[in-house]
Each structure stands twice: as structure tokens, then as C-alpha cells.
């Protein structure tokens, strides 16, 4: 997660714009910047950003002091997993990294993002690779520069927040410290992951359901028994045409899965249930990843980076039940892929490090704003301030050396 203290409210279209053109711009470099370069032309990216290139470590350290957006155990992993790439690398002080060594720290970073990908994401001329939310700013330049192409994929939206009816939005955002506490998020599960006030909706708690029960009965299979993808694809079936768990749900009671749950907080998702929000927030945004594909009859894979896989899942149920001549399957870098049973056709696993999640999920140029929307803002995006994204150029350039590295070697083996 990304901080976006004094961020500026920004649209999908936006972040969709920035990184298609970040991958052209990248893929486009005649050669790898070494550190001195990558340094120099981030010196020139200071003064398009109207900071002081003179102070460019200072801004640099500024922009590395983003912290976790849910609580301060993601604030104390993110400090704690940045500490150790700065100190693999030889840094000096990892208090005052300077620029050559951020850099250093980064392409360690991008070696390993490009391994995993290159690994788990072969090139296929025959499929579309869609990468989801702000963590394609680092995925997709990635796999184009190992495919040399910046149409090798494509960004497609989609967060907790979008899935939310305005009503959920403005009673779980004001209820947050109620449920949840001072810290405003649920310990670590057992699935690796915290849960804060967003994760009440209807959509992401049916679709948590769904997804954790699918998962709880594939790991149960007998090798060659249902898959997850079987089980999960058939349970979302049922619940958009029938609302299913969801009338359990209703019955068995309280309807708020984390936390401390409160009259109106089930209230709000009751309404949910009564009104369809579950069929009418998935369909809508299964239609909206197919129109994008419209023109393009090529099957899709949507890779996604998480604990749970519920949004790329999302996409995949939804899909299904819109009989997609495009099939779309799903490849997910998870901290566990050796916990979701028989391996599937259209669900595909791959290992997500310590430090390949770091690569992907910190140092962006946009971010979905988690706080602003809690405070009652209407947007959902927001590009980060000027620190943020000058220390994104320098990222972005180690990331292209990485993957040129890695592109290489693929060559000569």
C-alpha cells in the first residue's frame, strides 16, 4: 500500500494513460541506464516536477518515507523488507540512502520482479495479459520490456472502493474506529492479510466468502479432485442468478464479517443484499474488462498480486456468467500458492516473495486512496505528490535495466 498524504484526486483513465505511456517510453530506450545515468536523468525529471535537483537525495528520502495505507503493521513490513534490500545492497546509512544506492536497491527489486514474471508468464502472441489496479505500473512495464512490445498488455481498473454503493462508502468510512479499533484494521489473518473498513462491503465480503470457501474445500481435494476455479466458478454462478449465501447470510447473522459489528453497519449491507448490489456491482465490471477487449477476440489473463485473489476471480466469475467468447483465467502471485488445492486449467498460482511484493506494491505514481475516501472524498484515484513520483522515475529506470537483464538471459538459454 501507498501513503497519499497531499495526493491529487485522479481518474482511472489517468493512471491507465500514465503507465500505457511509461511502457512505450521505456521500451523505446536504446540501452539500460547505469546508475550514474539513471541518477542524471532523474535530476532532469526533478526539474520537470519543479523540485531542486541540487537536493535530489533529500526529495528522494522524502518520497521513500510512504507508509502502509492499513495500520502500522503494514507501515512496520514495509520499513522492515525496504531495510533489508537497502542493507543486501551495501548501503551505507540506510537512514540517508543515496540516490546510486536507491538505485542499486531498486534494481535488486526488478531483478526479481522480471524473474517471476518471465517464469510465471511466458510470452503467448495468442492471449492478452491485463494487469490489475495501480500495481500495473510496475507489473505491465515489466512483462512488455521482457516481450519488447508495449502492446504485449493492458491496465484495466478495479478496487474495494469501486465495488462499494455510496451508501456502504459513507457508513463503513464512518464507522471505521468503531469496528475495527484505534488502528482501523483487523489483525493478520490466516490468509496474510489485514481487513479494514472497505473490506464490509457486500461485494468484497460475498466475494471473500466465495473465494475462502472454494479455497477451504479444493484443499480437502484428493489430487486429481475439483479444482478451485470448478468450485469457485460455479459457487458465484448460484450467487449472482440466486443470492444464495447471501440469504444465509440474512439468516444466520450479523451480516459484518470483520470487526465489531454494529446495527448500521449491518443495516447497509442488508440493503445491499435486497437491492442486488453482489450481480450488479460484478457484472458490471466484468462487462466493462470485456468491452475493453471488444475489438481484440483473443482470450485474456488477469494477473493480479494477493493473499486472496478475489478481484481477479471476480473477473473470471463474471466472464463466465456473461458467456464471454473471450475465456478469462487468471494467474495470481500469492505469498501461499501451495494452499489452494489441485492445480487448476484457468487459476493459475505463481510465488509472490517478500520482495517481489515490495517491488510491485510500493513506490507508484498513483495510488488508491483508502484515507481520502474514509474522510468523506469523492474520488477513488489519486496521483501521488511530487517526492513520491520523482523516486517512481528512478524505480521505473532500474525496473527497464532489470528487465532487459532478464530478457537477455532468456535469449541466450
Known sequence: MTAVEHAAPALPRDLVGHVTRLSERLVRLDAPFDAATAVEDTRRRARELGLAPEDLDAHLRRGLKQSGALGP??????RRNLRAVLDAVGVADPRRPTAPELFAAFLRMGREVASSLAAALPRQPDRTVVFLGTDAEHLKIVHDLLADDPQASTVFYLSRLSLLSDAERTVLSRTSRTVFGADEVTARSSEGRH?????NGLVASQ???LVSGARALAQRSA???ETFEQL???RFADEVAHRTDQRARLRQGPLTMFGTPLPETDAVVRAGID???FTERCLDA???LLARSAADPRPLTVVDIGANGTQPALLMGAAEVLGSAAEVSVCLFTPHPD???PPGGRFRLAQATSLFALGVETVKTFATDYRGAAQGAGHTLAELPADQRLLAHLKHLAFHRAALEVRARSAEG
Request: charged share 30%.
Open 223 to 225: 489430487a486429481g479432485g
Open 275 to 277: 437491492s442486488g448490489l
Open 195 to 199: 481487513r479494514a473498513w472497505m473490506d
Open 73 to 78: 503493521d503494514e507501515v512496520a513490513e514495509y
Open 286 to 288: 466484468g462487462r466493462r
Open 207 to 209: 466475494l471473500a466468502r
Open 232 to 234: 469457485f466458478l460455479a
Open 339 to 341: 494452499r489452494w488445492g
